[in-house]
T-cell receptor, first 113, second 108 residues
Framework: EPEVTQTPSHQVTQMGQEVILRCVPISNHLYFYWYRQILGQKVEFLVSFYNNEISEKSEIFDDQFSVERPDGSNFTLKIRSTKLEDSAMYFC???????????FGPGTRLTVT | QKEVEQNSGPLSVPEGAIASLNCTYSDRVSQSFFWYRQYSGKSPELIMSIYSNGDKEDGRFTAQLNKASQYVSLLIRDSQPSDSATYLCAVSYGKLTFGQGTILTVHP
């Protein structure tokens, strides 16, 4: 069964550094999302992406964040200058055009020191 | 502000019992509702979706939706220790808005 994959599984970085989190959505899915979950808190929406452009973003998704689909399979989230409060699990999700069911990848644990 | 509320629990049930998980949402426009299961340190796993009023059954799971009351529930029949997890209610407005999650513990 196709799955969303994410790399790396764990990223440790120093405050102020740039990080890129990578996702490969399910191959026939057209809508892509990033969510994050700070330890002990709710899963929060960051951004949705369709047809090579952002369709919606949350207040969290400020100018320090960007997303890109550099090729036909990868979907990336870049944080330009990480802050301590960016430490969280970051989940990529995707769904088909004909369905609202979103499937999540295993996540990347980002630790900012 | 669209809100999704769940009782955080923990909810503890004996093995073989029915676990009942509840969720309310604030926005009447919502059309799509989901239950995800999340094991500690893992990602949300979709277990049920429901779009219209009434019940939807899938194996040991039954989702119930009442749009007039803005209420969604999940029943787990014949609960097993492996069902112990956090259950997340999510409402779709395109993006998913999640509740805090209910921690379920099934004890032998």
């Amino acid at each position: 069964e196709p799955e969303v994959t994410q790399t790396p599984s764990h990223q440790v970085t120093q405050m102020g550094q740039e990080v890129i989190l990578r996702c490969v959505p399910i191959s026939n899915h057209l809508y892509f999302y990033w969510y994050r979950q700070i330890l002990g808190q709710k899963v929060e929406f960051l951004v949705s992406f369709y047809n090579n452009e952002i369709s919606e973003k949350s207040e969290i998704f400020d100018d320090q964040f960007s997303v890109e689909r550099p090729d036909g399979s990868n979907f990336t989230l870049k944080i330009r200058s990480t802050k301590l409060e960016d430490s969280a699990m970051y989940f990529c999700a995707s769904n088909r055009k004909s369905s609202y069911e979103q499937y999540f990848g295993p996540g990347t644990r980002l630790t900012v020191t | 502000q669209k809100e999704v509320e769940q009782n955080s629990g923990p909810l503890s049930v004996p093995e073989g019992a029915i676990a009942s998980l509840n969720c309310t949402y604030s926005d009447r426009v919502s059309q799509s509702f989901f239950w995800y299961r999340q094991y500690s340190g893992k990602s949300p796993e979709l277990i049920m979706s429901i779009y219209s009023n009434g019940d939807k059954e899938d194996g040991r799971f039954t989702a119930q939706l009442n749009k007039a009351s803005q209420y969604v529930s999940l029943l787990i029949r014949d609960s097993q220790p492996s069902d112990s997890a956090t259950y997340l209610c999510a409402v779709s407005y395109g993006k998913l808005t999640f509740g805090q999650g209910t921690i379920l513990t099934v004890h032998p």
